[in-house]
């Protein structure tokens, strides 16, 4: 399935917007310990982390002010807007950003792309530089084979940009060689000319029939000699590959085929039968055995967070299970039992799923009538609860619901201009950031 984000410069955005949300968070809680404890030791709070937010604030107020860049920077890292507002300057500051937030992003550079897209590298540019002054600064961007060309394109350009200002940062991304597009190739062709840039390729290959048996004898709370022969089975049919070890060892125990013996006192399993057993389709048919075994319930619910891709903002299931959604009246009560469960993760106010691999096959699962059904259901909730009130993020989730849906499948003519609506303001918006 196509996974690339529909919001432009969706990956490089989020990886800003998590860094930020994460400093925050991490400030906030050490200034509550501080503020909620009469005798506060060296172990119990360290300052390192509000002294680092401080910092970070202070050079980005040097580098960009309290002008129209600031407002821009904001308006695409949500975040950053709570970083570089202080106690004593914030009302100043509100006022700057609304302003900003009114005006056209674009400026007079609005009718040229180029121009546009060059002053929106540089403004990132400088906020990494920032950001990486007081100590080294590593950017991850993972899945780069699912990333959009503008992500790929500031990707890029920041690594020129931080190259020719000597800056602290290291810059690292992973892929996966049998899903390069063409866009990708290029990108990586560009990185490979820049002069002055080191670039290390560094190939994954799967695990060593040793290092599975650390795994297997860790899960088990076995010794490894005596891991040794189940092993290397699994190896040989999960090819090394981490998570389908995990899921290979999570379907023998629950199709009996690995058990502990109360009688004998240890693990008993049976190498012919474990031998002889297919497993064609590695990872996938392995996680949809597992999935088959959930109660429906968390089926549906992981099928409802599928529907809006890899990953769903907390704020947008909140605006939709008002009342119910897709036949479901508590989502977040099962996803958190699927947390547990290790399907899920929540990390920042948002569902994710553990591995691509496990979306992919929610989404099989979903025949396509039911998932024509769920996303108008999804996207009418969504839209009706936010039509006063709608944020860039909310605009370009719905508009990508309503892409799935397609303009030719929409119920009415109604709904056929309300589709095109939501995408000409969020193609509006994209050109504008």
Not at 64 to 73: K, L, Q, R, V
Not at 225 to 234: H, N, P, Q, Y
């Amino acid at each position: 399935c196509d996974r690339v984000m529909t919001r432009p410069l969706s990956f490089i955005i989020l990886a800003f917007d998590r860094f930020f949300s994460r400093l925050l968070n991490d400030s906030a809680s050490s200034s509550s310990l501080f503020e909620n404890r009469n005798t506060i030791t060296d172990d119990d709070y360290d300052s390192d982390t509000h002294d680092e937010l401080q910092e970070i604030r202070k050079r980005i107020l040097v580098t960009f002010g309290g002008n129209e860049n600031t407002a821009t920077i904001c308006h695409l890292i949500p975040s950053l807007r709570r970083v570089i507002s202080s106690a004593d300057s914030r009302d100043e500051f509100s006022n700057t950003y609304h302003e900003g937030h009114e005006i056209d992003l674009g400026g007079s550079l609005q009718s040229d792309t180029d121009a546009s897209k060059c002053r929106l590298h540089h403004l990132l540019g400088l906020l990494l530089k920032s950001i990486s002054h007081t100590k080294p600064l590593l950017l991850f961007v993972d899945d780069l084979h699912f990333s959009d060309q503008s992500s790929l394109d500031l990707i890029v350009a920041l690594i020129h940009q931080q190259v020719n200002e000597q800056s602290n940062v290291l810059f690292m991304g992973s892929y996966r060689t049998d899903e390069v597009s063409d866009r990708l190739d290029a990108s990586l062709r560009q990185i490979h000319s820049l002069n002055n840039v080191t670039l290390s390729e560094i190939s994954v290959d799967g695990l060593s029939s040793d290092d599975v048996n650390v795994m297997v004898s860790e899960a088990l709370a076995w010794p490894q000699r005596l891991t040794r022969s189940l092993s290397k089975l699994i190896q040989k049919k999960s090819m090394g590959n981490p998570l389908c070890v995990k899921e290979l060892l999570n379907d023998l125990s629950a199709e009996n085929l690995l058990n502990y013996s109360l009688v004998a006192k240890k693990w008993v399993w049976d190498e012919k039968v474990i031998a002889s057993r297919s497993i064609s389709d590695g990872v996938a048919e392995l996680l949809t055995r597992r999935l088959l075994r959930l109660p429906h319930s968390r089926m549906l619910s992981l099928q409802i967070v599928s529907i809006f891709g890899s990953e769903v903002p907390v704020q947008v299931l909140e605006y939709i299970r008002k009342d119910s959604v897709c036949g479901m009246s508590d989502i977040t009560a099962e996803l958190d039992l699927l947390v547990s469960e290790g399907l899920i993760t929540l990390d920042n106010s948002r569902y994710r799923f553990v591995h691509d691999m496990i979306e992919h096959s929610v989404q099989m699962g979903i025949k396509p009538d039911e998932k024509q059904i769920m996303l108008k259901e999804i996207s009418e909730k969504l839209f009706v609860c936010t039509v006063d009130s709608r944020e860039d993020s909310i605009l370009f989730i719905l508009a990508g619901l309503v892409n799935d849906i397609g303009v030719g499948r929409a119920a009415s003519i109604i709904d056929s201009l309300r589709y095109a609506n939501l995408n000409l303001t969020a193609g509006e918006k994209a050109i504008k950031a």
